[in-house]
């Protein structure tokens, strides 16, 4: 056995390694360590920074790039709230040429941003450490339940006169037109291009202030003319160079995706309710072309608040792959009449598509039907007559258009559904011209066929026409319905009102919510009036010659089971009703499906004459002119 002495010299000598241990992990440490991690604090402290014994550390306070330069590390940082510290990069006059814009006259909401590194004793710098410090932010207003962006970049990489990418710049300055007029394309924002992306560090904070993400990036400025507004959207790209990552490794959406791109967008042209193209994106989710996600966010540059912005995904070959369980190698992508990858054979099979759609006689029936080989007819329909509901036109289509399929389709039958070959589409930047009053009244189908010969040539077609007037009457009567989308804009108030004010404030000068409220009574205003103009519009181009009659379902159980009625699952209201409208031209389609416990008895169909009881589960029926009543019948089972 081991004498005692023996014992307690083992126990010292353990205590002492330890001890060791815990110093060189404090004096020798492995790598530059803070004492605080980036976050949400009540109250201030002070920043304590460590780095492996003979080096020096430099840090900086404005996202600059530490270097001998900076600050020399001798004592802890005492961190407080920076809201106090005069503006700096929100002060600047050269981001646009805006005259809504105005500076703030008000110390704007910051953050503590110290990047650092240190130097050892032959002049080299490690990797540099970036963190951001949120302190008294518990008691701010203008937050909500919204997650919080910290964009870290050097200066010099947004500002610089000559490569900073948010800036005019010199030769928006220096290169006029014939009239001595400055350019827009010239402005150093304008440029696109991997030329003119920049290294930068996001970090995103959730609503409950937890890290969801921390990670070096490329950034860019995102958009086309709202390049020019302020402020701007951004894209961040996840490179291998910058973090050896290629994905950013974090659930941003509630998804499961891993973006290798994103986007901080700030609406494009909808620079006051920043709403449009999330609203239109949420009520197509279950339709047949492709939608992004939006989670909204509050960003700060460089530790200035910067306002409002919608995190978004982005159409890339990353985003087919994971939605559409496809191989991300084998995807072909148009979007804005543009190959994602330069591929000589994908634009000839782009090509030969275009002119299949613009030369085929689809009025045939033969022909039509072997257009479903082609495109997937429902994801072309649903995209277009979205499209034209809305009442985009400004720059649609042929620009914000995008559509994709599999290069190499699966001929054996054995892949999944979305390895067919067929061409589908993808919805994108409806801010524009869309759900505004001037809108209303807009023939925008007229428009689209004008402007698509292949959406004129399709409209020849009967059967073409039939699915697309329906599908356009589905949304008429449901999507866009003001009972379907009045809580989504409820919801939306509920949780932006508060941040959209803190955000007219910064970058207009306006501190009450008057043009918030003026949107919103268009976007309204819009949805109650448009139904009754894009039915108009439905029978003049295509002549129709039947009557748009009322179509009413009635349902005898709420939770016995769900009805599809054409391409929509009709919402019932508390008394298990529903009413649209429909033209007698074209026969409507009913299918029941009965809940758990319940069977399908059959549909009880008055026509204004006289009822009966169908008992077929699915059915085609014609609408009489004086309209129709249709009444789902369920029953428990064993009843």
């Known amino acids: ?149 910290s964009v870290v970049t050097d200066p010099e990489n947004l500002f610089d006169y000559d490569t900073g990418i948010y800036v005019l710049g010199r030769k928006f300055d220096t290169v006029l037109d014939e009239n001595a007029e400055p350019v827009w394309e010239n402005a150093n924002f304008y440029n696109h291009g991997i030329a003119w992306e920049r290294p930068a560090e996001i970090q995103i904070f959730s609503t409950e202030r937890e890290t969801l993400l921390k990670q070096s990036c490329g950034i860019r400025i995102q958009g086309g003319g709202s390049r020019s507004y302020l402020p701007k959207s951004l894209n961040f790209y996840a490179r291998e160079n910058y973090s050896m990552a290629a994905r950013f490794y974090a659930d941003l959406f509630g998804t499961g995706y891993m973006a290798d791109t994103v986007t901080l967008s700030a609406g494009g042209q909808d620079t006051i309710a920043k709403f449009r193209d999330m609203f239109v994106s949420t009520l197509m989710k279950d339709r047949a072309f492709s939608t992004m996600n939006y989670e909204p966010c509050v960003m700060f540059l460089n530790g200035e608040y910067w306002g409002v912005y919608w995190l978004t995904e982005r159409y890339t070959d990353t985003y087919l792959g994971y939605y559409y369980n496809v191989d991300k190698d084998n995807i072909m992508m ?100 869309s759900l505004r009053e001037e809108a209303v009244e807009k023939d925008v189908l007229k428009h689209a066929r004008k402007s698509s010969p292949a959406f004129h040539n399709l409209c020849q077609s009967d059967a073409f026409k039939k699915q697309f007037t329906l599908t356009l009457m589905d949304f008429a009567n449901e999507t866009f319905s003001v009972e379907n989308t009045e809580p989504l804009i409820e919801e939306w108030l509920a949780l932006m009102r508060e941040p959209l004010e803190a955000h007219l404030t910064r970058f207009l000068g306006d501190r009450s919510l008057y043009r918030l409220d003026e949107e919103v009574a268009d976007i309204r205003m819009f949805l109650k009036r448009r139904k009754p103009y894009v039915a108009q519009h439905l029978k003049e181009n295509f002549e129709l010659e039947g009557q748009l009659v009322p179509v009413t379902l009635e349902t005898t159980d709420l939770d016995a089971g769900h009805i599809l009625l054409n391409t929509i699952t009709p ?69």
Not at 123 to 135: D, I, L
Not at 373 to 384: E, F, K, N, R, V
């Open 1 to 149: 056995m081991m004498s005692r002495k023996r014992a307690l010299f083992c126990l010292l000598f353990i205590c002492g390694a330890l001890c060791l241990l815990l110093l060189c992990d404090r004096y020798c440490p492995a790598g530059l360590r803070f004492s605080r991690e980036s976050g949400f604090y009540e109250e201030p402290f002070t920043l304590e920074m460590t780095a492996p014994f003979g080096t020096e550390i430099y840090y900086t306070l404005d996202g600059s790039w530490p270097d001998e330069n900076a600050i020399l590390y001798t004592t802890p940082i005492y961190i407080a709230d920076a809201t106090p510290h005069p503006n700096v990069y929100s002060m600047r006059t050269d981001m646009a040429d805006d005259p809504e814009y105005k500076l703030p006259d008000y110390p704007v909401d910051k953050c503590t941003v110290v990047r650092a590194a240190y130097r050892d004793a032959d002049g080299n710098f490690g990797e540099v450490k970036t963190e951001s410090y949120f302190v008294g932010y518990d008691t701010k207003k203008g937050y909500g339940d919204m997650n919080v962006v």
């Open 334 to 433: 148009i979007k804005n009449s543009e190959l994602t990858r330069e591929n000589e054979e994908d634009w000839a099979v782009y090509n030969s598509m275009l002119s299949y759609l613009q030369d085929t006689d689809f009025t045939g029936e033969e022909n039509y039907e072997s257009l479903g080989y082609t495109i997937d007819l429902q994801s072309y329909i649903d995209y277009y007559a979205a499209e034209i509901y809305i009442g985009s036109s400004a720059d649609w289509p042929g620009t914000n258009e995008a559509f994709w399929r599999v290069r190499k389709p699966d001929e054996n039958g054995e892949g999944g559904a979305y390895e067919d070959g067929r061409w589908r589409w993808m919805l994108f930047d409806v801010n524009t011209s």
């Open 571 to 639: 919402t019932f209201d508390g008394q298990g009703k529903w009413r649209g409208e429909y033209f007698t031209d074209y026969p409507i389609t009913l299918t029941a499906a009965a809940g758990e416990g319940y069977r399908f008895a059959g549909w009880e169909i008055t026509d204004g004459k006289e009822s009966n009881l169908v008992t077929e589960i699915s059915m085609e029926l014609e609408i009489p002119d004086n309209g129709i009543h249709i009444k789902a019948v369920f029953e428990e089972e064993g009843t």
